[in-house]
Structures are given as structure tokens and as C-alpha cells.
């Protein structure tokens, strides 16, 4: 395997130094481009009191190529799908070579606190976002105690 | 022609950025072609070029921008391929609000770049915000956003987006900044020759794409770009690999419908595939001995090999009534009190209408296949002929000629279906599918002669051929809107 370039090195160290409130990321023993994610749940959303695991990836091109994330845990979300990709324009077409791994964890937290039901990836679940938030808000509060809490 | 009006045109052509120049300015020419235009309803002026030929023209306006408005031909080329090449529109914009062009074109930030702490000196290492290594400063580079990256880094990022079909859309890496990055920029730092092939023919591409006047040959692997100065809905040809279609959408060439219809026409054909299945069969029984009769052949004429009746492939009706002046068959009678029928009734009615259409559509879109291999076996016939010393190659030329023109006539039959499909019922659709109906019984009579033509005398056939072709005109010139 080709030598870990200065960039993830430094990027790691960081992360571990001084992590982002509620938001771990390890990389793997084996493989330094593969971390271990676990995000708090946002206080006063749905997903309060949950811990939801992720999985990040950084390409061969990473940073000209954005990190590959993933939702682990089951989420009732309405940009998250039931196979846990999310839907994140930084992750997309708005990928910068110049953000970081911990920018990337900070949009996922912040779409946790504020879903956008108006640009889905989960359309069922968006659509009851749009149409019954109290009933969608319900659901995802489930989801987290079903799947999110104690395990 | 008064001394003014020549000045004032003086001014004009200085100002454009060599458009008129490149077509034929001379007057006699116009005539001539608006003449065209009245006598041939599908009459369209293009011209067929090459890529050096294609580089020329784009790069005779960048320079004539660059020129205009003192500024890089970079940049120019950049404006250019924003605003569909529309020289005169940028000059004036440019003198109106150079900043706000520049600025909504991506080709400046919203906010001039801050300079303040861009001293350097010799021998002076700064870190790159993205690889995070320091580097001696004067292996950096930027765009006019001022966001400040190492080379090596530009290079890459320029390689991921070219690999990813990027070209002319590469923006600056600094996050939410949108300043696109310049060609010449691109080029100073991409140093793979493979990539720089790779970028300069994707940007090409672009900038066709870009340009109102020209279109790529949809050909299979035809290098051909066609350009003509009114980008219309008209037939156009590579005069290279011959394919024909349409200049405005690029899809087969679908006179007289135009391209929306045509294209919701193609899109309802390939929903309800399905439900049209049935009716593609190649074999149909003879209405009188119900004997199994196979067409192979384009013409809708039949003739039962077993009772000699003759009946129409489309409708199994008799031949006799599908003569000119009483086909029947192309229209579709509608039931004019279907709006006081059940919903279900009303369904069935719908689906009776399109198959209507659908089976014709179809049926020429087949016809004409089988006449090619038709004319396969005239050309053999002739060669025959011509062996026995029954006439000689020009004699029978006249066959090769009406063939042809049969193989155009059924073409453009074909395309009036969907036309009619859609059109509200009324007096000017009364009027097309009489029209319809000539065109129609013409050339099953023409496909019918020529199937069978067996001597050289060809003065009756010629006589078909005109005829053909004027009620093709004729419905064209009637109902062609482009
Ligand atoms: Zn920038
Ligand atoms: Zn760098
Ligand atoms: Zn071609
Ligand atoms: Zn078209
Ligand atoms: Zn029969
Ligand atoms: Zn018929």
C-alpha cells in the first residue's frame, strides 16, 4: 500500500486530538482510510439520545475526491436511505478539495438537526416529512430508540 | 441605396464578430435563397466542417472578442462558450457592467481577493491548505480569487475532473468558491500529455455544444460538426456518412412534425410497446381464401398469390376502394360522441386512436426497409437486363431515380402520423389528411409499379414520380412550421 499522504496523517492526528463535540471518527487498525464513526444525536431532534455509527472511506484521489460516508445504524431520515447513503451536496458536485474530514462530519450533524425533506433520497419518508411532521418526527424518534440506543 | 445606409452597415459588420463575413455576403446569393426557400418547403442552408475547420471559427470570434474588449483570449473563449457565442450580446454587456458579467460568467469572485498578506520573498516555504505540506511559495498558484494552491495539487485536481468528464466547468478548490479555471491555466499546470489530449477534446466538445450555430453529426463515430446560420428544424445531411436529421433536436430527420411532438410521439411508442406488439406481425390472412399471406415487400397493394384478390395490407379492405380520389385508409374516424361515453369506453376509444396511428406509423417505418431490399433486387434486375442487351445502364437509371424518390416520399408519410395523431380535429386536419390520403394512395401506386417495372419505357413512371413529389411539397409547404 502506498504511503498515507501528509494530508490524512495531519487530518487524522487532529481528529483524534481534538475531536468534534459529539462526534467520534478512528481509523481502523488495519486500514488508516477507513474510520470508525459514531455520532450523537443533535439535542432537541428526533435522533436525541441516539448513537449512530458510520463508516467513512477516503478514495485514492481523497482530497481531490470527496471521503466516501455511510449510515451504519437504521435512521428515519428523509436525505438518509434505508442503505445509509445521504444525500449532501458537499458530498456531491459541492465537494471541495479544501474541506476536511471534519467538515464532513459537522454537515452530517447539522442535517441530523435540520432534515431537508425538499431534496430527498428517502422519498417515502420525505413525503410524510412534508405532508405529517408531527407522525414523521414520531417515526424517527422510534427508529432512534429502536435502533439507535443501548446496543 | 443611399451613402448613409452603407455607412451604418460599415459600422455594424466592424462591430460583429465576423459572422456575415464567413457567409457568402454576396446579394445575389440572399436572392437566390429566399427564392429557394419558397420552392422548396425543406430548403436549408449548412455547411459541413471538419474539426480544423470547426477550431478556425470558434477561434476567429475569440480573437475578434479579444480584440473588441482588450482582454485575454482565455477569457474571451470563457465568455464566449457562457454565452453562446454571441459576440455582439457580450461587448455590449461587457461595456454596460464589465464587473457583473464578469462575476455571474464565474469568471471573477463576488469579492476581490484579499492582497494584503502576499509578500514573499525569496526562498520562503508556505503551507498548501491541501496537502498540507510547505512548499517554496513560488510553486503556488491561483485564479483571479487569489485562493493560493500548490501546483502539484492543481494538477491532480485538474486529472480527477477531466477523468470524471469535466472540462470547461473545473472550478478553483478553495470550498464555495465558483471561479472557473481558465484553458490556458488548465494547460500550464496539467503536464500528462494523455490528459491534455483528453481536456482539450472534452472542452471542444463543450464548446460545440455551446454554440447555437453548430451541431456534432449524430452519426456512429463521425467526426463531422454541421453549422448553419439558422438553427431550425431542418433536414440536414453529413455530406460525410450521409446521416440525415433533424439540425434543431438532433433526432431523425421528422418533417412535418415538429420536435416536441416528435419526441413525446417516440416516448408514447416505446410506453405502450407492449400493447402495439401484437399488430407487428409480418403475416396477416388473405381477407377472401384467408389464406396466409406474408408482405415482403414495402407496397400496401396486396395480391393474394392463391385468389389473385387484391386488398389493402393495412385496413384488409378491397383494393378498388383506395384509389386517389377516395382513400379512406390513413384516416381515423373518430367517434364524435365520445365524450358521453363511459370512462371505460372512452379508454378503449383512446387506445383504438393511437393503435390507428401507431400501425401506419409502423407500417411505413417497415416499408420502408422492405424496399430496400427491393431495391437490391431492381439493381440485380437491371444488371440482368443490361447483360441481355435489353436497354442499357442509362434506360434504366429512371427506376434507380424512383426508388428513391419513393424511399423519401414513404419517409416523410411516415412522420405525417404523428402529426395527425395530435392534431385537434377540425377543418386544417381535415385538409392534411385529405392530403395525407394523396400522398398516401401515390405512392402505394409508385411502390407497385416500381416492384414490377419491367420494361424501359419509362414515361408513365416519371409522370408517378413527379406527382408523388408535388403532393409531398405540397403538404410540407401546407404544414412545415419551423
Ligand atoms: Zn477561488
Ligand atoms: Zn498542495
Ligand atoms: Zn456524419
Ligand atoms: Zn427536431
Ligand atoms: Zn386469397
Ligand atoms: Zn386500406
Redesign the pocket.
Given at each position: 500500500m502506498a504511503a498515507l499522504p501528509r494530508r490524512i496523517i495531519k487530518e487524522t492526528q487532529r481528529l483524534l486530538q481534538e475531536p468534534v463535540p459529539g462526534i467520534s471518527a478512528v481509523p481502523d487498525d488495519a486500514n488508516a482510510r477507513y474510520f470508525h464513526v459514531i455520532v450523537t444525536g443533535p439535542e432537541d431532534s428526533p435522533f436525541e439520545g441516539g448513537l449512530f455509527k458510520l463508516e467513512l472511506f477516503l478514495p485514492e484521489d481523497y482530497p481531490m475526491s470527496a471521503p466516501k460516508v455511510r449510515f451504519i445504524t437504521k435512521i428515519y431520515h428523509p436525505n438518509i436511505d434505508r442503505l445509509g447513503r445521504i444525500c449532501l451536496d458537499i458530498l456531491k458536485d459541492k465537494w471541495s478539495p479544501a474541506l476536511q474530514i471534519r467538515t464532513v462530519l459537522l454537515s452530517i450533524q447539522a442535517l441530523l438537526s435540520a432534515p431537508n425533506p425538499d431534496d430527498p433520497l428517502a422519498n417515502d419518508v420525505a413525503e410524510l416529512w412534508k405532508v405529517n411532521e408531527v407522525e414523521a418526527i414520531r417515526n424517527a424518534k422510534e427508529w432512534t430508540r429502536r435502533y439507535a440506543m443501548d446496543n | 441605396m443611399s451613402v448613409d445606409e452603407d455607412d451604418s452597415e460599415m459600422d455594424f459588420s466592424e462591430d460583429d464578430c465576423g459572422y456575415e463575413d464567413y457567409y457568402n455576403t454576396a446579394e445575389d446569393c440572399d436572392v437566390e435563397q429566399i427564392d429557394l426557400y419558397k420552392t422548396d418547403p425543406e430548403y436549408f442552408a449548412f455547411e459541413c466542417l471538419n474539426v480544423e475547420q470547426v477550431e478556425r471559427l470558434l477561434n476567429e470570434s475569440v480573437e475578434m472578442l479579444s480584440n473588441n474588449l482588450q482582454i485575454t483570449p482565455s477569457l474571451a473563449k470563457m465568455l464566449l462558450h457562457n454565452h453562446e457565442w454571441g459576440c455582439l450580446t457580450i461587448t455590449a454587456e461587457y461595456r454596460r457592467d464589465a464587473g457583473r458579467l464578469l462575476v455571474t460568467s464565474c469568471v471573477k469572485p463576488p469579492v476581490p481577493p484579499d492582497t494584503s498578506n502576499s509578500s514573499s520573498s525569496v526562498g520562503m516555504r508556505i503551507s498548501c491548505p491541501v496537502c498540507v505540506s510547505s512548499i517554496l511559495w513560488d510553486k503556488f498558484s491561483s485564479l483571479c480569487c487569489g485562493h493560493s494552491f500548490c501546483n502539484m495539487c492543481w494538477a491532480m485536481h485538474f486529472e480527477v475532473q477531466i477523468t470524471a468528464g469535466i472540462s470547461t466547468g473545473i472550478s478553483c478548490m478553495a470550498k464555495g468558491c465558483e471561479v472557473l479555471a481558465p484553458e490556458d491555466f488548465v494547460l500550464t499546470l496539467l503536464t500528462k500529455p494523455q490528459l491534455r489530449d483528453k481536456y482539450q477534446q472534452f472542452a471542444f466538445k463543450d464548446y460545440v455544444k455551446s454554440h447555437p450555430q453548430l451541431r456534432f453529426c449524430p452519426g456512429p463515430n463521425c467526426q463531422v460538426v454541421l453549422r448553419s446560420k439558422e438553427p431550425k428544424a431542418k433536414r440536414a445531411i453529413c455530406s460525410y456518412c450521409k446521416t440525415m436529421f433533424c439540425f434543431r433536436c438532433g433526432g431523425d430527420y421528422h418533417a412535418p412534425t415538429d420536435c416536441n411532438t416528435i419526441r413525446k410521439w417516440l416516448t408514447k411508442c416505446a410506453d405502450d410497446s407492449e400493447t402495439a406488439n401484437y399488430i407487428s406481425a409480418h403475416t396477416k390472412d388473405?381477407p377472401?381464401?384467408h389464406?396466409c399471406i406474408e408482405k415482403n415487400g414495402g407496397c400496401n397493394h396486396m395480391q393474394?398469390y392463391?385468389?389473385k384478390?387484391d386488398f389493402c395490407w393495412m385496413c384488409l379492405g378491397d383494393w378498388k376502394c383506395h384509389g386517389s380520389e377516395y382513400y379512406e385508409c390513413s384516416r381515423y374516424k373518430e367517434n364524435p360522441n365520445i365524450a358521453n361515453e363511459s370512462a371505460h369506453a372512452q379508454a378503449r376509444e383512446a387506445l383504438k386512436k393511437y393503435l390507428h396511428y401507431y400501425e401506419r406509423w409502423e407500417n411505413h417505418c417497415k416499408s420502408l426497409r422492405l424496399e430496400e431490399q427491393t431495391l437490391t433486387k431492381i439493381k440485380s434486375r437491371i444488371n440482368i437486363k443490361v447483360m441481355n442487351s435489353s436497354g442499357t445502364w442509362i434506360d434504366w437509371q429512371y427506376l434507380m431515380d424512383a426508388a428513391a424518390l419513393l424511399a423519401k416520399c414513404r419517409y416523410t408519410l411516415q412522420y405525417t402520423y404523428p402529426y395527425a395523431y395530435y392534431m385537434e380535429p377540425g377543418p386544417r386536419k381535415e385538409l392534411f389528411e385529405y392530403q395525407q390520403a394523396q400522398l398516401e394512395a401515390e405512392i402505394e401506386n409508385l411502390s407497385w409499379k416500381i416492384e414490377r417495372a419491367e420494361s424501359t419505357d419509362r414515361g408513365e413512371l416519371e409522370n408517378q414520380i413527379d406527382i408523388a413529389e408535388k403532393r409531398r411539397t405540397t403538404l410540407l409547404k401546407d404544414f412545415l412550421e419551423v
Open positions: - | 388473405c377472401r381464401c389464406i393474394c392463391n385468389c384478390h
